[in-house]
């Protein structure tokens, strides 16, 4: 059976950075169109600028979030290389389970555990990282496939802030429209959120839309 398009982009990419994107993607066309609403009045800026300005900017801060994505991603197996590393080097037992102890902590798990079953857990990773040999950390195939999930993200929320300004004649009007359809996509992400983490749908929508519209108030407010 064929895979939708969201669990494509999901099997590519964590769901929560995914969410995560468009929420950015989606803040920073809202943070242009709302903005612009105060150019027009005082310098009537056109309509082709804008939708230009807007896709451009998203599709730029794509590319730039891709960029931060491979740096760490490439620290983070760097990181476990070395731990790796260490572990192996390590001069005793007892120093080679701190440290798997410290860089994987239980009691940040979503769950209570017993402290009796966290030492067969941490001896079960350290047999593993003793009889394994290290491999060179390197980006892989699917991490390369993640960054241009990202730029994708990122880019195409560009695209319902820019539609009403291709249907609709009056420039005012189309703002309007945009940064409703981006208020009610904010909404969605939320929502969207909550359904992949278990959470309330209906709060989350509300809670991220409130959210957006508090960073994209901060951002205008101090001239981004």
């Known amino acids: ?3 939708n398009p969201i669990e494509r982009v999901t099997d590519i990419i964590d769901p929560g950075d995914a969410l995560g994107e468009v929420l950015f ?42 960029v931060l994505f491979v740096l760490g991603t490439t620290f983070y ?10 572990i192996k080097a390590a001069g005793s037992e007892t120093a080679a389970l701190n440290m798997l102890a410290k860089e994987f902590p239980i009691e940040e798990a979503p769950f209570s555990a017993k402290a009796a079953d966290a030492d067969p857990l941490y001896r079960s990773l ?9 491999v060179r950390a390197s980006l892989s ?5 993640a960054a241009l999930a990202v730029v994708f993200l990122v880019s195409v929320t560009s695209i319902p802030a820019v539609t009403p300004l291709f249907l609709i004649d009056s420039a005012h009007l189309a703002l309007r429209v945009s940064n409703l359809f981006l208020i009610m996509l904010l909404f969605v992400t939320g929502y969207a959120w909550a359904k992949f983490s278990g959470g309330r749908p209906f709060y989350a929508g509300m809670t991220m839309t409130c959210l957006g519209l508090l960073l994209v108030a901060i951002a205008v407010a101090l001239g981004g």
Do not use: H, Y
């Open 126 to 134: 350290l047999t593993l990282a003793r009889r394994a040999d290290p």
């Open 141 to 145: 195939k699917n991490d390369l496939l």
């Open 25 to 66: 993607g989606l803040i920073m066309a809202l943070t242009l169109t709302v903005g612009s609403r105060l150019v027009f009045e005082e310098e009537g800026l056109d309509a082709q600028e804008l939708i230009v300005a807007t896709v451009g900017c998203n599709v730029a801060w794509g590319i730039i979030d891709a």
């Open 77 to 86: 197996k760097s990181r476990r290389l070395r731990l790796f590393r260490q």
């Open 1 to 3: 059976m064929t895979s």
